[in-house]
């Protein structure tokens, strides 16, 4: 199984950006569905066949993208707003379960606040 650790977060003013990323050691994340997740809601998901999925609140601001030969998913958090703070995990799942909080494996987070 995969074992999944983020990093990236941090401070940042409103309006300014931020890159998550969610290295994977153990198994390839090629074979998953890869979620990132604000506390436990879904904000943005990519299929192994790359339908992406983003949540109303981050749609046009938010991007997700994969690197399969580095193990590597990202997050690039642009125009960020006081509300986007809190603690973003990544996750790897089946792709039927995409749009859904139902995966199977997860990183310990990474702190993400912006301030006003």
């Known amino acids: 199984q995969p074992q999944l650790v983020e990093s990236g977060g941090g401070s940042v003013q409103a309006g300014g950006s931020l890159r998550l990323s969610c290295v994977a050691s153990?198994?390839?994340?090629?074979?998953?569905?890869i979620g990132w997740f604000k506390e436990r809601e879904l904000v943005a998901a990519m299929s192994t066949g790359g339908s992406i999925y983003y949540s109303e609140s981050v749609k046009g601001r938010f991007s997700i993208s994969r690197n399969s030969a580095e193990k590597t998913v990202y997050l690039d958090m642009d125009s960020l707003k006081p509300e986007d703070t809190a603690l973003y995990s990544c996750a790897a799942g089946w792709n039927a379960n995409l749009r859904t909080n139902q995966y199977m494996y997860w990183g310990q987070g990474t702190q993400v606040t912006v301030s006003s």
């Open positions: 153990g198994r390839t994340l090629e074979n998953y569905a």
